[in-house]
Nanobody
Framework: QLQLVESGGGLVQPGGSLRLSCAAS????????MGWFRQSPGKEREFVAY????????DYADSAKGRFTISRDNVKNMVYLQMISLRPEDTAVYYC????????????????WGQGTQVTVSA
């Protein structure tokens, strides 16, 4: 089982950028597809992006396309989410997780959730 720790969140102005990191410990990190999700107060946790074990395939929520980039380093056991052109509606707690089930977009098919990192986009 993986243990995941997110970092890199913070307060940023609209139009700004942040790079989130997810550090993984445990066995076989490089065999897992990894995902980023986010959750705002009063809302369900939603898919943001995923990256396959090799890094060859990625996919994004429509809200993230063109602004967010997911990447990974299987030597360092890290997953990253580079975010640009941030908007107030991007404000949320961001989580990384390991894909365990069938659906690539359903948070219920992911596990080993980290504690999350808060991203606040505000002037």
């Amino acid at each position: 089982q993986l243990q995941l720790v997110e970092s890199g969140g913070g307060l940023v102005q609209p139009g700004g950028s942040l790079r989130l990191s997810c550090a993984a410990s445990g066995r076989a990190f490089s065999t897992y597809t990894m995902g980023w999700f986010r959750q705002s107060p009063g809302k369900e946790r939603e898919f943001v992006a995923y990256i396959t074990w090799s890094g060859e395939s990625t996919d994004y929520a429509d809200s993230a396309k063109g602004r967010f980039t997911i990447s990974r380093d299987n030597v360092k056991n890290m997953v990253y989410l580079q975010m640009i052109s941030l908007r107030p509606e991007d404000t949320a707690v961001y989580y990384c997780a390991a894909h365990l089930g069938l659906s690539m977009l359903d948070p219920g098919d992911y596990g080993s959730w980290g504690q999350g990192t808060q991203v606040t986009v505000s002037a």
